[in-house]
């Protein structure tokens, strides 16, 4: 009789094994094609083997394990999650969705419809300025030759970075200039699992999250300009203070989430100044402001205020501002009709849950973008922290998810064959 693979022991073993593949220092740090991200890609391809699975690499790192008789472009359901992490983050953000996946699918081969579990090599962001990279071309979204010449804080170009783990055996062969990453497969449905990152399951009491929207948000870079003087001789109503400045716009960005309310949020992620002496009064200041909401004509709105405010703010301050926005992702629905399948079958089985939108983004807005009935599941995180080396999550509360991963895919297979 053969053991099956899906079990509470071997989802904890396996989540410690892949916390082992990180930098040196607290939490786990393991960047986009670095040597750790590298070993721990090698390590998923042998794992995937010894569980009878495939292990197919696409041309930018991206992984998917799956029955060894699926031919390219075959129809599948899709499941997993990213492998990159923060810098200094926990062992549970991405790494609890991709070890579940890879063990849904050495338990499901042979369902109705294929089950074949994803890897992307990127989501974060975290070594180059670039977030989702690995969903785009998972997709077939992404062109690699457009990215080439990124690069990251120690200047190395994403092409290169890239090279180095081809080499290593963990991409494909890079297509011609110009053109996207080849599909391998095409995705049916897509699903999910991850920690919430957030307080609201544990406070609850509830054992699972069904997430039916994913946040979307505006990243803006703010430069403020005044003047520098010696902070000794220039009198305070004298002053064009840049960092009086930032100091007032973070509080405006604050308030911002404050009276824009739940689900909404504003949050100053960075500030410096220059020449950042005691003596200067400061001639120049930048911020990272960052603002989110479930609601993409909310979010427009939220952008415009901010702006206003912070153009207010400078101006009565004598203090020339530049606001450039860095990056943003549309507020995503995901599956209604799939959401209501999970919820019905939670309650069916008495799990505690609750029906939730996620504030965080993730590889699934990709999919459900594309046009792909996508679902996101969540377990609980203790005290809401994630992106932390305390990140933590009781194994059985993940067992819990993808248990229920397991029924809810094999319901997804019978309706789709």
């Known amino acids: 009789m053969t053991t099956s693979p899906f079990t509470l022991e071997a989802l904890s073993e396996k989540l410690d094994q892949l916390a082992t593949f990180t930098a040196p220092g607290p939490g786990v740090t393991r960047l986009v094609y670095d040597e750790h991200w590298c070993d721990a890609h090698l390590w998923l391809q042998a794992e995937a083997r010894a569980l009878g699975l495939a292990a197919t690499c696409d041309a930018i790192g991206n992984l998917w394990l799956h029955d060894p008789g699926l031919m390219p472009g ?28 890879l063990l849904l699918a050495a338990e499901l081969r042979g369902s109705a419809t294929p089950v074949a579990a994803f890897v992307t090599c990127e989501e974060e962001g975290s070594r180059f300025p670039m977030a989702l990279t690995g969903v785009r071309g998972l997709l077939g979204q992404l062109v690699p030759s457009r990215c080439a010449d990124q690069r990251d804080r120690d200047g190395v170009r994403w092409a290169d970075a890239l090279a180095s783990a081809r080499a290593r055996g963990c991409a494909a062969e890079a297509p011609p200039d110009g053109a996207p990453v080849p599909k391998l497969f095409n995705a049916a449905r897509q699903l999910e699992l991850h920690i919430e990152q957030g307080p609201v399951l544990e406070s609850m009491g509830a054992k699972l999250g069904v997430v039916d929207t994913i946040a979307g948000y505006r990243r803006v870079r703010a430069r403020l300009t005044g003047e520098a003087r010696h902070a000794g001789t220039t009198p305070m109503d004298r002053r064009r203070d840049a960092l009086a400045a930032a100091a007032e716009i973070v509080l405006a960005a604050e308030a911002l989430g404050l009276e824009t309310g739940a689900p909404a949020v504003a949050t100053a992620g960075g500030a410096s100044a220059e020449p950042g002496l005691y003596n200067v009064v400061p001639g120049t200041a930048t911020l990272l402001l960052e603002v989110r909401h479930t609601d993409d004509a909310a979010l427009v709105r939220m952008e415009a205020a901010l702006g206003e405010r912070a153009r207010a703010i400078a101006a009565r301050r004598g203090v020339a501002i530049e606001l450039e926005v860095q990056s943003g992702e549309a507020a995503t629905p995901l599956s209604a009709a799939l959401a209501d399948q ?46 932390h080396p305390d990140e933590l999550t009781k194994v059985r509360d993940l067992w819990v998810a993808a248990a229920f991963a397991r029924e809810l895919l094999l319901a997804w297979a019978k309706d789709l064959a």
């Open 74 to 101: 075959t129809r599948v359901i899709a499941v997993g999650s990213h492998l990159d992490s923060v810098r200094q983050g926990g062992r549970f953000d991405g790494a609890y969705g991709t070890i579940a996946a």
């Open 342 to 387: 999970a919820e019905a079958m939670a309650a069916g089985m008495a799990i505690p849950y609750r029906r939730m939108a996620s504030g965080a983004g993730h590889d699934t807005m990709a999919f459900a973008q594309d046009g792909v009935p996508a679902l996101m599941l969540f377990t609980p995180s203790r005290l809401g922290i994630s992106h």
